[in-house]
């Protein structure tokens, strides 16, 4: 095993941890903000779910691996990928901002693929509109609507019962709505770094294709991922939770499970999408149902503007790392 590989390996292991605290606000903030779980009981069920969810499909890995670049590139590439989604995502919660860690990684690899071969035609242009841009695009609008009519029929249904005892059985369910957005997380994120890993594996020859992840890049990855929720990620935590708009247990419960169900539907058609985006969105919808107003939108604003730079700040950082490591490679190797 090359030391670039070991490296690579590293730096995923790195970049899926922090994608655990950086994004654990998006599955616990406002269930911890609703008091229907104190916050180490939220982060316990969070990185559970989130290891469980890990493991039970490949397809949005199989998408990162083999479905947007079309080159055998060099490990020092995927390295620089790694490294320039790693310092994106540390921007943003050193500045309390849910990007996507999705997009980061992606934009990453994408810009440094162009650099590699000073060209764009080692991008499958097909797969990144169809997998990445127009889910980009869809799941936003998708947790936004189905939000604000979950909450509308909440209302409508609970309208004629009591206040204090409906929020009590909400905030009972809201439990199992932060478990599926957990669950969902680690079905789509974690699959990510199981895609890159398994991409380094195969450009090094350790790997025949990447028809198959590997039992121990998906249990590396699922628990590295639980870790990185344990810690937590509270400055994050403070936008989703109240930043936005105010949220009770019946408003938590229905961006939760509106959530959860956009990310689960892109799951399943491979796409890697962004838990931040549905998570995000869906507290917009809960807050519009009950009256526009009722949201932040400047800074919802804020929010939005760092979802559209993520992917080209992304592309810039891939492609400037790879510059960086191939200047460090020629000259201590020369």
């Known amino acids: 095993m090359s030391i670039l590989l070991v490296a690579i390996i590293f730096c995923a292991v790195a970049f899926e941890f922090i994608n655990g605290f950086h994004d654990t606000a998006n599955s616990i903030a406002t269930t911890v903000y609703t008091k229907a ?3 180490a009981g939220a982060i316990a069920l969070a990185a559970s779910m989130n290891f469980l969810g890990a493991l039970v499909s490949e397809g949005v890995a199989q998408t990162v691996s083999k479905g947007l670049v079309s080159v055998e590139v060099d490990d020092y590439v995927i390295l620089a990928a790694l490294i320039g989604a790693i310092v994106w995502n540390l921007f943003t919660w050193w500045r309390g901002i849910p990007s996507s860690s999705s997009h980061a990684l992606i934009g990453a690899l994408l810009g440094a693929t162009i650099a590699y071969t000073m060209g764009v035609d080692g991008i499958i242009w097909s797969g990144v509109l169809q997998k990445v841009v127009i889910p980009m695009l869809t799941s ?71 028809a198959t992840i590997p039992l121990w890049v998906k249990l590396l990855c699922a628990a590295t991922m639980a870790a990185g929720t344990s810690v937590g990620g509270w400055r994050i935590m403070r936008t989703m939770g109240h930043g936005v708009t105010k949220l009770d247990s019946v408003s938590g419960f229905a961006a939760e499970t509106s959530s959860a169900t956009v990310i689960q539907l892109m799951t399943a058609l491979h796409a890697p999408i962004s838990t931040t985006h549905a ?56």
């Open 37 to 39: 779980l104190p916050v």
């Open 140 to 210: 936003p609008f998708l947790g936004f609507f189905m939000a604000f009519f979950v909450m509308k029929l909440i209302h409508k249904i609970f309208s004629s019962f009591n206040h204090r005892k409906t929020a009590r059985v909400f905030s009972k369910l809201q439990v199992l709505s932060a478990a599926a957005v957990a669950f969902a997380h680690g079905t789509n994120d974690a699959q990510k770094t199981m895609g890159i890993i398994t991409l380094a594996l195969v450009t090094s020859g350790l790997l025949a294709d990447a």
């Open 279 to 334: 998570i995000t969105t869906a507290v917009m919808g809960v807050g519009s149902a009950r009256r526009l107003k009722a949201v932040k939108w400047s800074k919802a604003k804020d929010i939005v503007m760092t979802w559209v730079v993520t992917l080209p700040s992304a592309v810039i950082l891939g492609a400037l790392f790879v510059f960086i490591i191939r200047f460090l490679i020629q000259t201590f190797a020369g």
